[in-house]
């Protein structure tokens, strides 16, 4: 924690050695919240640049703010979207209001072994059949491991339906775990 | 309700404990992240240019006001001082070195990384010209402020600073040079071994540790020093073991641009850690904590004095 606040200093002062590490952290987490929402490499690449470049450009401030992971998703998600809207503008008939599909990451079998390969393909294929938000709220809770309420504000829900999302997710994949 | 995942009450049945483990100990398949960090570091590179452009406006129109007002002038200023006006090398001939040039904003640091891998920290302040590309016998640079050198190892083409009052010759190593006022510049080496001469004819030879200071381009003394002491501010803080009020107050001046002027306690010592914090007012209240004197601003003087 110390070393992160360090860290934050550092970048603050304009030092580019220190904000690669922050990248190092936080990067993967953010990618993969980019790509869930646009399905696209090339542009999830550029909402995360796009995404880091914003967090150079407000350095100075980094070290006061309290929950940067959320932060960081919090433009990632705003970024995303109208990333999205920007694509869209030649159909005008498609309205953004919702995202229309959350793609989930693929996930490692973990080396605990508790979970066979077979098992981890299930789970992956019962997480595709979940609604978009459900499984973007899964992916916040779950890779990012963001507290609920900070889900409920960069989502712009209540803290309840945060609750109902992560709480269907895990009874579904409970289920199949259980009738394999 | 839940708060987080994390805390999520599990069963101990086997599906459960499954569950548990993929909720926990899953991962995303691991992915190359250079491409997104190239991407980002071009943006960042970019608004730089912009912002040294628009610098360099503001510095011509300036310029161009003086030009009216004072006319001949500035030809003197020009002349007087060769750092500040920046040249750039013809681009279209490729033997030239292009030269770019950088000016640290206040408080703040710029570490840049060179075509032959040799790295540069600039401290607060500073201007450095340096070449895109290394093209003649010699790699050089120019400094005025303070800078950390960390550089690449080419017996073949020496690497060399140059200052206003004296240049330093190297062939790969690191050290530390400061000069931000020409009456008490000073070289400080880590590793390796320098060549250091002034405009005063002055020839120093410099071993690890060893701390050469220079005076309005004469050699004055050379000493043995902990050189971490030195390039400290690479990492935002200054290390204090006895030294006085005055002196530090004199580095904060050059770090921050600002006139503090000690009337009170000039001599005091001060022993620990200060951090080179955003602003200077939130560093001088540090060092109150320490000293004890009360802070007096007058015409953009700022009076240290006693508080008794």
Known sequence: MEDLTRELLLIAKGNELAFNEFMNRYMEGIYYHAYGILSNKEMAEEVVSDVFFEAWRNRKMLPEIKALKAWLNTIAYRKSISYLRKEKKHDKNIAVEEIASFTFPETETPIDGIINKEEMKMLNAAIDTLPPKCKHVFYLAKFEQLPYLEIAEILEISLATVNYHVSTAMSVLKKKLAHA | ?308
């Not at chain 2, 000073?186 to 405009?199: D, H, P, R």
């Not at chain 2, 803080?237 to 006139?259: A, D």
């Open chain 2, 1 to 308: 309700m839940e708060k987080d995942i994390i805390n999520h009450q599990y069963d101990s049945t086997p599906e459960d404990l499954k569950l548990k483990s993929f909720v926990e100990n899953s991962k995303t398949k691991h992915m190359d992240i250079t491409t997104i960090k190239q991407k980002t570091f071009m943006k960042i590179r970019e608004e730089q240019r912009r912002q040294k452009q628009h610098r360099l406006f503001k510095i011509a129109a300036i310029a161009a006001g003086l030009l009216l007002v004072v006319g001949v002038g500035l030809h003197f200023m020009m002349r007087t001082d060769s750092i500040s006006a920046v040249q750039y090398a013809d681009a279209e001939d490729t033997n030239t070195e292009v030269m770019q040039s950088v000016n640290v904003p206040v408080g703040e640091t710029m570490t840049i990384l060179l075509a032959d891998g040799s790295k540069i920290i600039a401290n607060s302040r500073t201007e450095l010209l340096y070449p895109k590309s290394f093209k003649g016998e010699t790699r050089e640079v120019v400094v005025k402020g303070e800078a950390y050198f960390d550089i690449a190892h080419d017996e073949s083409h020496p690497f060399i600073v140059k200052t206003n009052d004296f240049t330093v010759k190297v062939l790969g190593t690191q050290f530390n040079v400061s000069n931000y006022d020409h009456a008490a510049s000073n070289v400080v080496l880590v590793q390796g071994a320098v060549e250091l001469s002034t405009s005063n004819k002055d020839v120093v030879r410099m071993k690890p540790s060893d701390k050469v200071d220079i005076s309005n381009g004469s050699f004055t003394s050379k000493s043995q020093v902990d050189p971490n002491d030195y390039i400290s501010w690479t990492e935002g803080v200054i290390h204090l073991h006895g030294e006085t009020i005055q002196s530090i107050v004199q580095r904060l001046n050059h770090h921050y641009g600002v006139q503090i002027v000690c009337d009170d306690h000039g001599d005091t010592p001060l022993y620990g850690k200060l951090v080179l914090q955003p602003s200077v007012y939130d560093v001088l209240h540090t060092i109150n904590d320490m000293a004890h004197f009360k802070m007096v601003k007058k015409d953009q003087v700022i009076h240290l004095v006693s508080n008794l």
